[in-house]
């Protein structure tokens, strides 16, 4: 049978500018640097000098407070829930893996990704000499409803049956309609129901109030939207509307995580004014 999931393997090279940006904040390992990556990097030096004047907050201090709070909550689930297995889905380039291998030794990492930047990634890994056993980067895409690259195949050969497991899409989300991601989180949620105890952490993007700030926001979701040749869309405009929805998708119970309340506690930078980034917990059982 021809296989009819769509492709939206145009996001990938994003991964290769977030991967950058792990680079030039000491989060990451060289070996996953790219001078693709680099370029881009200096390409939006401009834009988020500009957008820090303008909207109070740039494109790279909102991923540093997404990252380093997804961070801080898989943390808690290691720590005070004595989660086993951690998922990153949508890996792309980043070093969480890495990084939470070498603090929690006892973790099982399963990284995954479209089966190019799979590839890639597991090339770049294996030149770091990562336990296979305990590290491994597989390939799956989140809009296959079945198959070998399908969530549940991956879900059901990566981790122990009935375990609760945490599970990350970090800059994932907002490439899709909200139609077409709610049919993942409806996938998911099922799944993880079948392994009570698991979290869901992802980012969520939204747009400003500030007029001059979302007229830029929205031309560079249309920019984004290009390039990426994907509907790039922002979702919810406020927590209370992200945290209805993923309950409506069948997760039991959800939090949304404002980087303000975090700036006493991480080292991540301050936005001026009302971040538009929210990290949001969707929990199982
Ligand atoms: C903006 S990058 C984020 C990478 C990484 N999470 C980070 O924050 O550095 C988006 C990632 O989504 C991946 N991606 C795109 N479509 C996907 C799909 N259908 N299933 C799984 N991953 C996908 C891309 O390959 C890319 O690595």
């Not at 957008?51 to 961070?71: E, F, K, M, P, T």
């Not at 039991?252 to 930078?269: A, D, K, T, W």
């Amino acid at each position: 049978m021809p296989d009819t999931t769509p492709d939206s393997s145009g996001i990938s090279f994003t991964a290769l500018y977030t991967g950058a940006v792990w680079q030039h904040n000491q989060l990451s390992d060289p070996r996953l640097a790219t001078p693709r990556g680099e370029l881009l990097y200096r390409l939006m030096a401009p834009f988020d000098g500009a957008s820090r004047l303008v909207a109070g907050g740039n494109l790279r201090n909102y991923l540093l407070q997404r990252h380093l709070i997804i961070d801080a909550l898989i943390a808690r689930a290691v720590e005070e829930a004595g989660v086993t297995h951690v998922v990153e889905i949508a890996c792309g380039l980043s070093p969480r893996g890495l990084r939470l291998r070498q603090r929690y030794p006892q973790l099982t990492v399963i990284e995954a990704d479209l089966p190019a930047m799979a590839a890639r990634k597991a090339a770049a890994l294996a030149t770091a000499g990562i336990d296979p056993q305990q590290h491994r980067v597989c390939p799956v895409d989140i809009l296959a409803q079945e198959g070998e690259h399908s969530l549940d195949a991956l879900l059901a050969a990566q981790c122990p049956a009935g375990e609760p497991v945490v599970v990350i899409t970090e800059g994932l989300i907002n490439y899709f309609t909200l139609p077409v991601i709610s049919g993942f989180w409806q996938r998911l949620a099922a799944l993880l129901a079948q392994r009570p105890g698991s979290r869901y952490l992802f980012d969520s993007f939204s747009l400003p109030a500030n007029p001059l700030a979302r007229s830029g926001i929205l031309t560079l979701k249309n920019l984004l939207g290009g390039l990426t040749r994907s509907r790039v869309s922002l979702h919810f405009d406020s927590d209370l509307a992200a945290i209805r929805h993923l309950g409506d998708c069948g997760f039991g119970q959800v939090f949304s995580h404002n980087p303000e309340q975090y700036y006493r506690v991480l080292p991540i930078p301050q936005s001026r004014g009302n971040p538009l980034v929210r990290i949001i917990e969707a929990r199982q059982g």
